[in-house]
Structures are given as structure tokens and as C-alpha cells.
């Protein structure tokens, strides 16, 4: 996908003292020189590029229905080597701009609260766009954190590499409307806390 005005933004990731993590960036990540790199590469499309783990963030759903009362982002995962990363569903969150976590719903959560969502579930997956996270020849994995009842049973985790990418919505549930500012997807690893920001207008 192309744009004609790329604004790239450096990204700080948070570790523990002593680990390294090429996850992240290239290089020990205690060192505070160490950026890893968020680029703006459409209006409502963010890309995170770290040496093992690449993301996509299409909030265009989000940007366009701020009423709503979950927050619904298009998000592809994939990686850059052989060996897999594991994105664990009890590590996902967002982070409102007034700093508030709002974590991934659990399955049983999402299913309960589905018939109310419903609708919008089904007109942010008409809305997606196509994300090409890494390029072709993939093989592609439904992220299936929050399937839609009576269909398949829900991940706990996904794992990519250089040969796969897992691609789905994440629905989060922001009480009273969606705020206007900067916002985060957070993920959690044994190694730190990355944070990928998007700014809803």
C-alpha cells in the first residue's frame, strides 16, 4: 500500500535492565539509543517494524464511528525469522489517551456481549482493509482471539514467522465512546511491554 506522505515516528520500548530483544529493535534494548520504528503509512494505518515482529494497525473503523461503544481495530502480525513469535491474547490491550489499559476482552466476554455489538462487528469486517504485512507469499492464520459465537473455538495464542501472518479484529470495550487523541495497542512479552500508538482525530 502506498502513500504519498510517510511520517515516520521512533518508538521507545520498555524492558527489563540486562535483557536484549531483537523483537524490539536491532541491539541490547537497555540501551537507551535503541529505537525501534512506528511509520504512519496511510491516514488511518499505522506499521511497526522491529527486527523479529512487524504490525499493522488499520484503525480507519475506529476513526469513522467514534460513537460506538468498543474500539475496533484490523490488525496483522507477522514475523522476520525462522523462529516463531508468540502473541498471547491475555497480553493484548489498548491504552486510552488519559492513560486508562483497557484489556482484551476474554472469549466468554466477547460471546455475552456480542448481540449488542453485532452490528458493528459486522460493518467493521466489510470495512477492513486488505493488509499486506510482510509482503506476499505468506501463509495467512484468522487471529481468532474473539471468533463469533458457535464457530471456532478461541485462540490463546498465535505464533508467526518470516512464512506466516495472522490477521483479524480486535474489539475493545470503551464505556461511553471512543475519546479522540492518541491511543496504543499494547502487547506484552517476557521481554517487556511494546506500544504502538495511533491517534484517532
Known amino acids: 500500500m502506498k502513500s504519498s506522505s510517510i511520517r515516520s515516528i521512533t518508538l521507545g520500548v520498555a524492558v527489563a535492565l540486562g535483557l536484549t530483544s531483537p523483537l524490539f529493535a536491532d541491539g541490547p534494548t537497555n540501551d537507551p539509543d535503541t529505537k ?15 527486527s523479529e515482529l512487524e504490525v499493522w494497525i488499520d484503525y ?18 507477522c514475523g522476520h525469522v525462522a523462529k516463531s ?20 476482552p476474554s472469549a466468554e466476554e466477547f460471546i455475552k456481549a456480542y448481540p449488542q455489538l453485532r ?9 477492513a482493509q486488505p ?17 463469533m459465537p458457535g464457530t471456532w473455538i478461541s485462540r490463546s495464542a498465535v505464533h508467526v514467522n518470516n512464512r506466516s501472518l495472522a490477521t483479524g479484529l480486535l ?17 506484552e512479552f517476557d521481554e517487556g511491554q511494546l506500544s504502538i500508538p495511533f491517534v484517532l482525530q
Open 171 to 187: 474489539l475493545f470495550e470503551a464505556v461511553g465512546g471512543i475519546e479522540p487523541g492518541e491511543w496504543a495497542l499494547v502487547l
Open 36 to 50: 525501534a520504528k512506528v511509520s504512519q503509512i496511510g491516514r488511518t494505518l499505522t506499521r511497526f517494524t522491529g
Open 119 to 127: 452490528s458493528a462487528y459486522e460493518r467493521a469486517t466489510v470495512a
Open 85 to 104: 513469535v508468540e502473541i498471547r491474547r491475555d497480553s493484548v490491550s489498548v491504552r486510552a489517551p488519559d492513560g486508562t489499559p483497557i484489556p482484551l
Open 131 to 147: 493488509l499486506s504485512c510482510g509482503g506476499v507469499g505468506r501463509r495467512g492464520l484468522p487471529l481468532d482471539f474473539q471468533p
Open 60 to 77: 480507519g473503523f475506529a476513526a469513522k464511528n467514534k460513537n460506538e461503544e468498543w474500539l475496533i481495530l484490523n490488525v496483522s502480525f
